[in-house]
Protein backbone atom coordinates (compact mmCIF):
# COMPACT_ATOMS: atom_id res chain seq x y z
CA UNK A 1 0.00 0.00 0.00
CA UNK A 2 1.43 3.23 -0.54
CA UNK A 3 2.35 5.67 2.02
CA UNK A 4 0.48 9.10 2.02
CA UNK A 5 1.45 12.15 1.27
CA UNK A 6 1.30 16.17 0.73
CA UNK A 7 0.41 18.34 -2.05
CA UNK A 8 4.07 20.28 -2.54
CA UNK A 9 3.57 23.29 -1.00
CA UNK A 10 1.24 22.02 2.02
CA UNK A 11 1.73 21.41 5.56
CA UNK A 12 0.39 19.66 8.47
CA UNK A 13 1.04 21.52 11.83
CA UNK A 14 1.17 19.30 14.67
CA UNK A 15 0.95 20.52 18.51
CA UNK A 16 3.95 22.22 19.31
CA UNK A 17 3.93 24.11 16.54
CA UNK A 18 0.35 25.56 16.26
CA UNK A 19 1.00 26.89 19.73
CA UNK A 20 3.41 29.33 18.44
CA UNK A 21 1.51 30.24 15.82
CA UNK A 22 -1.15 30.76 18.10
CA UNK A 23 1.17 33.24 20.21
CA UNK A 24 1.72 35.08 16.33
CA UNK A 25 -2.06 34.92 15.58
CA UNK A 26 -3.43 36.10 19.15
CA UNK A 27 -0.40 39.19 19.00
CA UNK A 28 -1.95 40.32 15.33
CA UNK A 29 -5.68 39.84 15.93
CA UNK A 30 -5.15 41.80 19.48
CA UNK A 31 -3.91 44.69 17.77
CA UNK A 32 -6.23 44.65 15.23
CA UNK A 33 -8.93 44.99 17.62
CA UNK A 34 -6.87 47.71 19.52
CA UNK A 35 -7.48 50.08 16.34
CA UNK A 36 -11.07 48.71 16.07
CA UNK A 37 -10.75 46.49 13.28
CA UNK A 38 -13.82 44.30 12.74
CA UNK A 39 -13.68 40.72 12.15
CA UNK A 40 -14.78 38.90 8.64
CA UNK A 41 -14.29 35.83 6.84
CA UNK A 42 -15.17 35.06 3.29
CA UNK A 43 -15.67 31.74 1.23
CA UNK A 44 -12.45 29.69 0.31
CA UNK A 45 -13.56 29.69 -3.18
CA UNK A 46 -14.75 32.77 -5.73
CA UNK A 47 -15.75 32.88 -9.06
CA UNK A 48 -13.09 33.40 -11.31
CA UNK A 49 -14.82 36.44 -12.59
CA UNK A 50 -14.29 38.01 -9.09
CA UNK A 51 -10.13 36.84 -9.14
CA UNK A 52 -9.10 37.04 -12.70
CA UNK A 53 -7.98 40.11 -13.76
CA UNK A 54 -7.00 41.63 -10.53
CA UNK A 55 -3.19 40.23 -10.01
CA UNK A 56 -1.64 41.10 -13.57
CA UNK A 57 -1.01 38.38 -16.04
CA UNK A 58 1.49 36.75 -13.76
CA UNK A 59 -1.08 36.53 -10.98
CA UNK A 60 -3.76 34.92 -12.98
CA UNK A 61 -1.17 32.09 -14.04
CA UNK A 62 -1.30 31.20 -10.50
CA UNK A 63 -4.51 30.83 -9.38
CA UNK A 64 -5.96 27.77 -8.43
CA UNK A 65 -8.85 26.51 -10.23
CA UNK A 66 -11.61 24.20 -9.28
CA UNK A 67 -13.08 21.94 -11.30
CA UNK A 68 -16.79 22.03 -12.50
CA UNK A 69 -19.06 19.31 -10.64
CA UNK A 70 -20.62 16.90 -12.69
CA UNK A 71 -19.46 16.06 -16.43
CA UNK A 72 -17.56 19.29 -16.98
CA UNK A 73 -16.42 18.00 -20.38
CA UNK A 74 -19.57 17.20 -21.89
CA UNK A 75 -20.47 20.36 -23.76
CA UNK A 76 -16.80 20.11 -25.08
CA UNK A 77 -15.93 19.72 -28.44
CA UNK A 78 -14.26 17.02 -30.37
CA UNK A 79 -11.87 19.88 -31.96
CA UNK A 80 -11.62 21.44 -28.86
CA UNK A 81 -9.86 18.52 -26.95
CA UNK A 82 -7.68 18.08 -29.75
CA UNK A 83 -6.67 21.64 -29.43
CA UNK A 84 -4.86 21.01 -26.16
CA UNK A 85 -5.16 24.85 -25.31
CA UNK A 86 -5.45 24.37 -21.80
CA UNK A 87 -6.41 28.20 -20.90
CA UNK A 88 -9.02 27.84 -23.79
CA UNK A 89 -10.08 24.62 -21.61
CA UNK A 90 -9.84 26.41 -18.55
CA UNK A 91 -12.58 29.14 -19.38
CA UNK A 92 -15.24 25.89 -19.92
CA UNK A 93 -14.78 23.66 -17.37
CA UNK A 94 -13.60 25.72 -14.36
CA UNK A 95 -15.44 28.59 -13.11
CA UNK A 96 -14.47 28.61 -9.19
CA UNK A 97 -11.33 29.24 -7.95
CA UNK A 98 -9.60 29.23 -4.74
CA UNK A 99 -9.12 32.74 -3.05
CA UNK A 100 -5.30 34.46 -4.28
CA UNK A 101 -5.38 36.95 -1.37
CA UNK A 102 -7.73 38.09 1.43
CA UNK A 103 -8.41 41.97 -0.81
CA UNK A 104 -10.16 40.84 -3.54
CA UNK A 105 -12.46 38.88 -1.97
CA UNK A 106 -12.95 41.77 0.81
CA UNK A 107 -13.68 44.21 -2.05
CA UNK A 108 -16.15 42.30 -3.70
CA UNK A 109 -17.64 41.67 0.23
CA UNK A 110 -18.15 45.68 0.35
CA UNK A 111 -19.74 45.88 -3.24
CA UNK A 112 -22.28 43.38 -2.41
CA UNK A 113 -22.78 44.77 0.92
CA UNK A 114 -22.06 48.30 0.63
CA UNK A 115 -25.71 49.36 1.91
CA UNK A 116 -24.97 47.61 5.59
CA UNK A 117 -21.59 48.66 5.61
CA UNK A 118 -20.76 52.29 7.97
CA UNK A 119 -17.89 53.92 6.13
CA UNK A 120 -15.13 54.24 6.47
CA UNK A 121 -15.32 50.74 6.93
CA UNK A 122 -11.98 48.69 9.40
CA UNK A 123 -12.21 45.20 9.13
CA UNK A 124 -9.74 42.37 9.85
CA UNK A 125 -9.36 38.85 8.05
CA UNK A 126 -7.42 35.88 8.95
CA UNK A 127 -7.58 32.53 6.42
CA UNK A 128 -5.61 30.72 3.99
CA UNK A 129 -5.04 31.78 0.81
CA UNK A 130 -3.45 29.37 -2.21
CA UNK A 131 -1.38 30.36 -4.83
CA UNK A 132 0.39 27.66 -7.50
CA UNK A 133 3.50 28.77 -6.99
CA UNK A 134 7.02 27.00 -7.05
CA UNK A 135 7.60 25.90 -3.54
CA UNK A 136 10.52 26.82 -1.66
CA UNK A 137 11.39 28.29 1.74
CA UNK A 138 9.25 30.96 3.23
CA UNK A 139 6.97 30.48 0.03
CA UNK A 140 4.18 27.83 -0.10
CA UNK A 141 0.71 26.90 -2.06
CA UNK A 142 -1.50 27.46 1.06
CA UNK A 143 -0.56 29.71 3.53
CA UNK A 144 -2.54 31.79 6.67
CA UNK A 145 -2.84 35.58 5.49
CA UNK A 146 -4.01 38.39 8.46
CA UNK A 147 -5.29 41.32 6.56
CA UNK A 148 -6.45 44.51 8.16
CA UNK A 149 -7.83 47.03 5.65
CA UNK A 150 -9.74 49.87 5.66
CA UNK A 151 -12.12 51.02 2.83
CA UNK A 152 -14.14 54.31 2.28
CA UNK A 153 -11.68 57.00 2.74
CA UNK A 154 -8.84 59.05 1.11
CA UNK A 155 -7.02 59.54 4.05
CA UNK A 156 -3.45 59.18 4.58
CA UNK A 157 -3.64 58.95 8.59
CA UNK A 158 -4.93 54.92 7.38
CA UNK A 159 -1.43 54.97 6.36
CA UNK A 160 0.50 56.06 8.77
CA UNK A 161 -1.51 53.27 11.48
CA UNK A 162 -0.47 50.65 9.33
CA UNK A 163 2.92 51.75 10.09
CA UNK A 164 2.26 52.06 13.86
CA UNK A 165 0.37 48.29 14.12
CA UNK A 166 3.03 46.66 12.28
CA UNK A 167 5.54 48.47 14.97
CA UNK A 168 2.98 47.24 17.87
CA UNK A 169 2.35 43.73 16.62
CA UNK A 170 6.53 43.36 16.31
CA UNK A 171 7.16 44.59 19.84
CA UNK A 172 4.31 42.13 21.02
CA UNK A 173 6.19 39.55 19.53
CA UNK A 174 9.64 40.37 20.43
CA UNK A 175 11.15 41.08 17.32
CA UNK A 176 13.47 44.27 17.53
CA UNK A 177 15.14 45.22 14.05
CA UNK A 178 13.26 45.30 10.84
CA UNK A 179 12.94 47.68 8.11
CA UNK A 180 9.32 49.04 6.94
CA UNK A 181 9.90 49.64 4.04
CA UNK A 182 7.67 52.34 1.83
CA UNK A 183 6.88 53.97 -1.62
CA UNK A 184 3.82 55.37 -3.52
CA UNK A 185 2.90 54.23 -7.23
CA UNK A 186 2.72 57.80 -8.08
CA UNK A 187 6.62 57.84 -7.37
CA UNK A 188 7.24 55.27 -9.93
CA UNK A 189 5.16 56.76 -12.11
CA UNK A 190 7.28 59.85 -11.91
CA UNK A 191 10.44 58.01 -12.44
CA UNK A 192 8.39 56.17 -15.97
CA UNK A 193 7.83 59.86 -17.03
CA UNK A 194 11.44 60.79 -16.22
CA UNK A 195 12.85 58.19 -18.48
CA UNK A 196 10.02 58.62 -21.08
CA UNK A 197 8.28 55.41 -20.51
CA UNK A 198 5.14 56.88 -19.25
CA UNK A 199 3.24 54.49 -21.81
CA UNK A 200 5.08 51.46 -20.16
CA UNK A 201 4.72 51.44 -16.71
CA UNK A 202 3.03 48.40 -15.55
CA UNK A 203 5.91 46.67 -17.58
CA UNK A 204 8.12 48.62 -15.27
CA UNK A 205 6.22 48.21 -12.23
CA UNK A 206 6.62 44.43 -12.77
CA UNK A 207 10.08 44.29 -13.50
CA UNK A 208 10.91 46.87 -10.61
CA UNK A 209 9.49 44.47 -8.40
CA UNK A 210 11.75 41.29 -9.07
CA UNK A 211 14.94 43.18 -8.29
CA UNK A 212 15.24 41.30 -5.06
CA UNK A 213 13.76 37.67 -6.43
CA UNK A 214 15.86 37.58 -9.78
CA UNK A 215 19.11 40.60 -9.35
CA UNK A 216 19.55 43.76 -11.59
CA UNK A 217 21.29 42.02 -14.40
CA UNK A 218 17.92 39.99 -14.91
CA UNK A 219 15.79 42.89 -14.97
CA UNK A 220 17.90 44.75 -17.52
CA UNK A 221 17.54 41.82 -19.75
CA UNK A 222 13.71 41.93 -18.91
CA UNK A 223 13.22 45.56 -19.62
CA UNK A 224 15.14 45.13 -23.23
CA UNK A 225 12.71 42.82 -24.45
CA UNK A 226 9.97 45.07 -23.51
CA UNK A 227 11.66 47.45 -25.37
CA UNK A 228 13.63 49.81 -23.16
CA UNK A 229 16.90 52.06 -24.59
CA UNK A 230 20.09 51.37 -22.79
CA UNK A 231 19.84 55.18 -21.92
CA UNK A 232 16.30 54.53 -20.88
CA UNK A 233 17.74 51.71 -18.43
CA UNK A 234 21.38 53.99 -17.39
CA UNK A 235 18.48 56.67 -16.07
CA UNK A 236 15.77 54.52 -14.32
CA UNK A 237 19.27 52.73 -12.29
CA UNK A 238 20.45 55.81 -11.58
CA UNK A 239 17.67 56.70 -9.43
CA UNK A 240 17.40 53.35 -8.18
CA UNK A 241 20.93 53.31 -6.73
CA UNK A 242 20.13 56.63 -4.83
CA UNK A 243 21.67 56.17 -0.67
CA UNK A 244 20.12 58.28 1.73
CA UNK A 245 18.03 58.99 4.98
CA UNK A 246 14.32 59.39 3.79
CA UNK A 247 14.25 62.98 4.51
CA UNK A 248 17.13 63.14 1.24
CA UNK A 249 15.74 61.26 -0.84
CA UNK A 250 12.95 63.09 -0.89
CA UNK A 251 14.36 65.92 -1.20
CA UNK A 252 16.01 64.54 -4.42
CA UNK A 253 13.24 63.21 -6.02
CA UNK A 254 11.07 66.36 -5.28
CA UNK A 255 13.34 68.27 -7.57
CA UNK A 256 13.33 65.03 -10.53
CA UNK A 257 9.63 65.20 -10.27
CA UNK A 258 9.23 69.20 -10.67
CA UNK A 259 7.32 68.38 -14.21
CA UNK A 260 5.70 65.06 -12.89
CA UNK A 261 2.34 65.45 -11.17
CA UNK A 262 2.25 61.70 -10.30
CA UNK A 263 5.60 62.22 -8.87
CA UNK A 264 4.93 65.55 -7.29
CA UNK A 265 1.89 63.97 -5.34
CA UNK A 266 3.18 60.94 -4.27
CA UNK A 267 6.25 62.41 -2.75
CA UNK A 268 3.59 64.66 -0.74
CA UNK A 269 1.56 62.29 0.11
CA UNK A 270 5.00 59.71 2.13
CA UNK A 271 5.66 62.60 3.46
CA UNK A 272 1.96 63.03 4.96
CA UNK A 273 2.10 59.89 6.38
CA UNK A 274 5.30 60.57 8.15
CA UNK A 275 4.04 63.76 9.71
CA UNK A 276 0.77 61.48 10.80
CA UNK A 277 3.59 59.92 12.86
CA UNK A 278 5.45 62.59 14.39
CA UNK A 279 1.60 64.01 15.42
CA UNK A 280 0.85 60.33 17.11
CA UNK A 281 4.23 61.06 19.07
CA UNK A 282 5.85 58.19 17.20
CA UNK A 283 9.19 58.26 15.69
CA UNK A 284 10.17 57.01 11.64
CA UNK A 285 12.36 54.30 12.98
CA UNK A 286 12.34 50.87 11.37
CA UNK A 287 10.80 53.28 8.45
CA UNK A 288 12.43 53.35 5.11
CA UNK A 289 11.53 55.44 1.88
CA UNK A 290 12.47 52.57 -0.71
CA UNK A 291 12.24 53.98 -4.60
CA UNK A 292 12.94 50.14 -5.62
CA UNK A 293 9.75 49.10 -4.07
CA UNK A 294 7.09 47.94 -6.37
CA UNK A 295 5.02 45.55 -5.02
CA UNK A 296 4.07 43.45 -8.06
CA UNK A 297 0.18 43.18 -7.84
CA UNK A 298 -1.75 45.45 -10.04
CA UNK A 299 -4.34 47.17 -8.27
CA UNK A 300 -2.21 49.02 -6.00
CA UNK A 301 -2.47 52.91 -6.93
CA UNK A 302 -0.75 54.94 -3.85
CA UNK A 303 1.35 54.38 -1.02
CA UNK A 304 3.11 50.64 -0.44
CA UNK A 305 4.74 49.33 2.05
CA UNK A 306 7.07 46.03 2.85
CA UNK A 307 8.21 44.87 5.49
CA UNK A 308 11.95 42.66 6.44
CA UNK A 309 12.75 41.02 9.39
CA UNK A 310 16.65 41.85 9.00
CA UNK A 311 19.24 39.49 9.40
CA UNK A 312 17.30 36.60 8.55
CA UNK A 313 17.00 33.86 5.61
CA UNK A 314 13.04 35.20 5.13
CA UNK A 315 11.43 37.58 2.32
CA UNK A 316 9.11 40.00 3.60
CA UNK A 317 6.90 38.74 6.69
CA UNK A 318 4.11 41.72 5.92
CA UNK A 319 3.39 44.24 2.95
CA UNK A 320 0.39 46.28 1.48
CA UNK A 321 -0.48 49.84 -0.01
CA UNK A 322 -3.82 51.87 -0.90
CA UNK A 323 -6.04 50.98 -4.05
CA UNK A 324 -8.46 53.08 -5.76
CA UNK A 325 -10.02 51.36 -8.06
CA UNK A 326 -10.66 47.89 -6.80
CA UNK A 327 -14.04 48.34 -5.89
CA UNK A 328 -15.10 49.61 -9.08
CA UNK A 329 -13.45 46.57 -10.92
CA UNK A 330 -16.80 45.21 -9.66
CA UNK A 331 -19.15 47.38 -10.99
CA UNK A 332 -19.13 50.14 -8.08
CA UNK A 333 -20.17 53.35 -9.45
CA UNK A 334 -18.84 55.41 -6.80
CA UNK A 335 -15.46 53.61 -6.78
CA UNK A 336 -14.29 53.49 -2.80
CA UNK A 337 -10.35 53.72 -2.03
CA UNK A 338 -9.08 51.46 0.05
CA UNK A 339 -5.86 50.94 2.11
CA UNK A 340 -4.44 47.97 3.58
CA UNK A 341 -2.00 45.72 4.58
CA UNK A 342 -1.54 41.48 5.67
CA UNK A 343 1.29 39.75 7.34
CA UNK A 344 2.50 36.26 6.71
CA UNK A 345 2.24 34.40 9.38
CA UNK A 346 3.94 31.49 7.79
CA UNK A 347 7.14 33.46 7.55
CA UNK A 348 7.04 35.34 10.80
CA UNK A 349 7.14 31.54 11.91
CA UNK A 350 10.01 30.86 10.36
CA UNK A 351 11.98 34.09 11.30
CA UNK A 352 10.97 33.84 14.55
CA UNK A 353 12.43 30.51 14.93
CA UNK A 354 15.82 31.29 13.23
CA UNK A 355 15.93 34.31 16.11
CA UNK A 356 14.25 31.67 18.68
CA UNK A 357 11.99 33.91 20.07
CA UNK A 358 9.16 32.03 21.20
CA UNK A 359 8.61 32.26 24.70
CA UNK A 360 8.79 28.96 26.22
CA UNK A 361 5.26 29.93 27.82
CA UNK A 362 3.44 28.83 24.25
CA UNK A 363 4.91 25.63 24.71
CA UNK A 364 2.90 24.96 27.16
CA UNK A 365 0.02 22.87 26.89
CA UNK A 366 -2.22 22.50 29.93
CA UNK A 367 -0.97 24.65 33.26
CA UNK A 368 -2.25 21.41 35.59
CA UNK A 369 -1.78 17.39 34.68
CA UNK A 370 -3.27 15.71 38.20
CA UNK A 371 -1.45 12.10 38.44
CA UNK A 372 -2.45 9.21 41.20
CA UNK A 373 -1.49 5.83 42.63
CA UNK A 374 -4.72 3.82 42.71
CA UNK A 375 -8.26 3.76 41.63
CA UNK A 376 -9.62 5.76 44.92
CA UNK A 377 -7.03 8.76 44.42
CA UNK A 378 -8.03 8.45 40.51
CA UNK A 379 -11.44 8.99 41.48
CA UNK A 380 -10.40 11.66 44.31
CA UNK A 381 -8.40 13.65 41.77
CA UNK A 382 -11.21 13.69 39.10
CA UNK A 383 -13.19 15.98 41.89
CA UNK A 384 -9.84 17.71 41.93
CA UNK A 385 -9.75 18.53 38.50
CA UNK A 386 -13.49 19.99 38.09
CA UNK A 387 -12.54 22.39 40.38
CA UNK A 388 -9.62 23.58 38.81
CA UNK A 389 -11.55 23.85 35.45
CA UNK A 390 -14.21 26.09 36.91
CA UNK A 391 -11.51 27.89 38.46
CA UNK A 392 -10.42 28.96 34.79
CA UNK A 393 -6.86 26.65 35.43
CA UNK A 394 -6.29 24.49 32.40
CA UNK A 395 -5.69 20.67 33.35
CA UNK A 396 -5.82 17.35 32.78
CA UNK A 397 -5.78 14.21 34.44
CA UNK A 398 -3.55 11.11 33.77
CA UNK A 399 -6.46 8.86 32.27
CA UNK A 400 -4.98 5.35 33.00
CA UNK A 401 -3.27 3.90 35.90
CA UNK A 402 0.56 3.97 36.05
CA UNK A 403 3.80 4.47 38.09
CA UNK A 404 4.45 8.22 39.00
CA UNK A 405 7.19 8.30 36.63
CA UNK A 406 5.65 8.02 33.56
CA UNK A 407 3.08 9.83 34.51
CA UNK A 408 5.58 12.79 35.38
CA UNK A 409 7.32 12.08 31.85
CA UNK A 410 4.30 12.56 30.43
CA UNK A 411 4.03 15.74 31.70
CA UNK A 412 7.44 16.84 30.58
CA UNK A 413 6.67 16.02 27.07
CA UNK A 414 4.04 17.25 26.62
CA UNK A 415 5.23 20.86 28.66
CA UNK A 416 2.54 21.05 31.41
CA UNK A 417 3.67 23.83 33.94
CA UNK A 418 2.99 22.20 37.40
CA UNK A 419 2.10 18.10 38.28
CA UNK A 420 -0.57 18.04 41.19
CA UNK A 421 0.68 14.20 42.52
CA UNK A 422 -2.43 13.10 45.04
CA UNK A 423 -1.47 9.34 46.97
CA UNK A 424 -3.78 8.23 50.39
CA UNK A 425 -1.83 10.66 52.37
CA UNK A 426 -2.49 13.47 50.15
CA UNK A 427 -6.37 12.38 50.21
CA UNK A 428 -6.77 12.17 53.87
CA UNK A 429 -4.80 15.36 54.79
CA UNK A 430 -5.95 17.31 52.24
CA UNK A 431 -2.54 18.72 51.59
CA UNK A 432 -1.71 18.03 47.85
CA UNK A 433 1.94 17.76 46.53
CA UNK A 434 2.18 20.12 43.80
CA UNK A 435 5.89 20.11 41.48
CA UNK A 436 7.06 23.08 39.47
CA UNK A 437 7.76 20.86 36.16
CA UNK A 438 10.36 23.07 35.07
CA UNK A 439 12.44 24.18 38.47
CA UNK A 440 11.94 20.42 39.91
CA UNK A 441 10.24 22.50 43.48
CA UNK A 442 7.28 20.93 45.25
CA UNK A 443 5.30 21.68 47.91
CA UNK A 444 2.34 20.46 49.70
CA UNK A 445 -0.80 23.07 49.66
CA UNK A 446 -4.12 23.22 50.38
CA UNK A 447 -6.39 22.61 46.81
CA UNK A 448 -7.57 26.23 47.37
CA UNK A 449 -4.17 27.97 47.70
CA UNK A 450 -3.48 25.73 44.72
CA UNK A 451 -6.04 27.71 42.76
CA UNK A 452 -5.33 30.73 43.98
CA UNK A 453 -1.36 30.44 43.58
CA UNK A 454 -2.35 29.14 39.88
CA UNK A 455 -5.03 32.04 39.16
Same mark, same amino acid.
Given at each position: ??????????????? !???????????????????????????????????????????????????????????????????????????????????????????????????????????????????????????????????????? +??? @?????????????????????????????????? @??????? =?????????????? /????? +???????????? +???????????????????????????? @?????????????????????????????? *??????????????????????? /??????????????????????? =????????? +??????????????????????????????????????????????????? !????? *????????????????????????????? !??? *????????????????????????????
Amino acid at each position: MEKPTLPKGTRDFGP !AVMAKRHFILENIRQVFRNYGFQPLETPAMENLTTLTGKYGDEGDQLLFRILNSGDFLKDISNPELQARNSKLLSSQIAEKGLRYDLTVPFARFVVMNRNEISFPFRRYQIQPVWRADRPQKGRYREFLQCDADVV +GTD @SLLCEAEIILMIREVFRELGILDYTIKVNHRGIL @SGIAEAI =GAAENDTTLFVAID /KLDKI +GEDKVKEELRTK +GFTENRLASLFEMLHVKGSTVNKLALFS @SRFSASEKGSKGLRDLQEVLNYLTYYSASD *EHVEFDVTLARGLSYYTGCIFEV /KINHVGIGSVSGGGRYDNLTKAF =GDKDNLSGV +GFSFGVDRLYDAMEELDLFPRETQISSTVLVCHFDDETLQYGFGVLAKLRA !AGISS *EIYPDLAKIKRQLEYANKKVVAFALVIGS !AEK *ESGLLALKNMATGEQEKITLEQIISKLQ
